[in-house]
């Protein structure tokens, strides 16, 4: 269970992917999940508005390296003429763009975006054609099942991105209404991959690589997308990659924690300044530790620090390998 994945032209060392969050998947996690095996990484999702107006901090959202490849770059917005303006102008930062018909933030539902855009078939169906005809790379959508328990409407928009020229469709299986609360459906899942024939890729409630193994099995899916579970967590792509190999998964080590929590900092500081960086480091800190003896003393300690030297001192003393 360790094939390769194939979206339109792009083809993928393996099936698992890490998903776009917003204010998370900059380059120095996108590095680190790719170190442990991710095959393809997402971008913060990108306003079109920004693109559009040229905004600096939007583009700088799409920076990235020679290591970081294959790129996917999430964009949204609910204008069918600015998104694919936008798509225009991401296609030349990435390997692949993202639609995001899925987020349920308030203030992204608020402008008709994200989820918003699953209450209008005949929107989504403008936008996916726009964008689809403004870029070449292969192109995806991210949706949830629908806008509440009463409105289910991912089989329609799921029908409406293939129809349109969408090359995958990736399916969290929990409605706008439900946020992040209750239990990923993953039935919704099976019940997509059996609808359609481009690939569909499964996401919700993946915390651990046996999550990501049920969830390929039960499904049928031909890839996963992780989100909430790789925060602090990039290892669980190599774990993934382990049991879907046969293989025992090989869990961290503690030195591990601590050269992948300082190669963090190195990356966060060259990319945003160290000023900026040593407020950034402190949320990643906190779940690089989390389940570690001490982590409650070590997240009031990291919040309190304030030079990269104390930042580095603290993650070299917590993650100290433990001698005999």
């Not at 900059?26 to 790719?34: E, F, G, K, Q, Y």
Request: aromatic residues 4%.
């Amino acid at each position: 269970m360790t094939a390769t994945l194939t979206i339109g032209s792009l083809v993928l060392d393996n099936a698992l992917m890490l998903a776009p969050m917003a204010g998370i998947t900059n380059l120095p996690v996108r590095i680190a999940a790719r170190r442990q095996g991710a095959a393809l990484c997402f971008t913060e999702m990108v306003s079109v508005n920004g693109l559009v107006r040229d905004g600096k901090k939007t583009f700088e959202i799409m920076r990235s390296s020679t290591g970081d490849r294959p790129l996917g770059i999430q964009i949204f917005g609910d204008d069918p003429s600015l998104m694919a303006e936008g798509a225009r102008l991401a296609s030349g930062h990435g390997d692949i763009i993202d639609i995001n018909m899925g987020c349920p933030v308030r203030k992204v539902v608020a402008g008709g975006a994200g989820s918003a855009l699953l209450r209008e078939p005949v929107k989504a169906a403008a936008i996916i054609r726009e964008v689809r005809r403004a870029t070449t790379l292969p192109l995806t959508v991210k949706i949830r099942t629908g806008w509440d328990a009463g409105a289910v409407s991912f089989r329609e928009i799921g029908r409406i991105a293939e129809e349109e020229g969408c090359d995958a469709v990736t399916l969290h299986p929990r409605s706008r209404a439900q946020m992040f609360e209750g239990k990923a459906d993953w039935s919704r899942i099976r019940e997509l991959k059996e609808m359609l024939r481009i690939p569909v890729i499964g996401s919700g409630d993946l915390f651990t690589a046996e999550d990501v193994v049920a969830m390929l099995r039960q499904t049928g899916c031909n890839g996963v997308m992780i989100a909430r579970g790789a925060l602090g967590n990039p290892w669980i792509f190599r774990e993934s990659l382990d049991l879907l190999g046969g293989r025992s998964p090989r869990f961290p080590t503690v030195s591990e924690r601590r050269e992948t929590a300082l190669h963090h900092l190195e990356l966060l500081s060259d990319l945003v300044g160290e000023e900026v960086a040593l407020r950034e480091i402190r949320k990643h800190l906190c779940w690089y530790a989390r389940g570690l003896p001490g982590s409650a003393r070590f997240r009031e300690s990291v919040n309190r620090i304030q030079t990269r030297n104390d930042v580095t001192g603290a993650i070299a003393e917590f993650f100290a390998p433990v001698t005999p």
